[in-house]
């Protein structure tokens, strides 16, 4: 057992054995990594900063976002828009983002957005792009917190997201008789080696993010369709220093890291 510790989880009968320290921060940047995410701007509002540090560093990044957000409609929004015309609107914003953050690829799956569910074709759908693009981390939100603070409920698109995503990871990737139909489509099982969970009330690793919130910052201004007149910038550095506040840094991007297997 690597981590000799921790109280065994009794009741648990397969648990991993890859334990690692708690509190990490700056562990590594992957060779390749996938976020999937329920809206465009979700992504910039949560990860932004850890992107932008590892893409230079050299990390492949793919971003896939589940909807176009054609339902992102709030007080700046025209009386005359459509949800078709926001679609229009939202994917470039979303590709400029990506282009701001370093992201070598970015993938819409068109679902419908604000009526996001736990389907087996939205597994199907995410277990096809991990096997055709093979990242070693997968970071998607947290689907186990329902509350923010007392004034915000997590968006079910938020929690549907991220559930199928984990389910996408394990076992659909890396198991080769789930999802039959891929094996035809020439996509194999892919093992990804870690997820990581933004917005997670139990964090355990930190990315130092003062370096690029600035980055972080215009990758969010990209998406004008929501931002309106409204400047995100004091926002966006009060979570940044919340975050990093438990392991003492001015600015970072908390999240609780799962360690499937070991590269
Ligand atoms: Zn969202």
Redesign the pocket.
């Known amino acids: 057992m690597a981590d000799t510790s921790e109280t065994p989880a009794v009741g648990v009968p397969e648990r991993s054995q890859f334990g690692e320290p708690r509190h990490v921060i700056d562990p590594p940047a992957p060779l390749r990594a996938m976020t999937i995410?329920?809206?465009p701007?979700?992504q910039e509002f949560t990860v932004g900063g850890t992107l932008a540090k590892w893409a230079p560093a050299g990390t492949h990044i793919v971003t896939v976002c589940i909807t176009s957000g054609g339902a992102g409609s709030n007080k700046y929004t025209p009386a005359d828009m459509t949800s078709a015309k926001l679609v229009a609107m939202r994917e470039p914003e979303q590709l400029a983002a990506c282009k701001v953050l370093g992201v070598a690829e970015t993938v819409f799956l068109r679902y419908p957005d604000g009526a996001l569910q736990h389907t087996l074709e939205l597994r199907r759908d995410l277990t096809r792009i991990i096997r055709r693009y093979k990242p070693e981390v997968v970071i998607t939100g947290d689907p186990t917190v329902r509350f923010y603070g007392s004034s915000y409920l997590n968006?079910p698109?938020?929690r549907a997201a991220a559930d199928v995503a984990l389910d996408a990871v394990f076992p659909s990737a890396g198991t080769r008789f789930v999802f039959e139909e891929l094996l035809a489509e020439g996509l194999p099982p892919h093992e990804v080696q870690q997820v990581w969970l933004h917005g997670s009330q139990q964090p355990d690793t930190w990315i130092d993010i003062s370096g690029t919130l600035g980055t972080k910052l215009a990758a969010l201004q990209q998406h004008t369709s929501q931002l309106g007149e409204w400047d995100p910038s004091s926002m966006l550095a009060t979570w940044a220093a919340e975050q990093g506040a438990a392991v003492s840094l001015t600015a970072a991007e908390s999240f609780r890291r799962m360690i499937l297997s070991e590269g």
């Open positions: 995410q329920a809206h701007d979700d968006h698109d938020h």
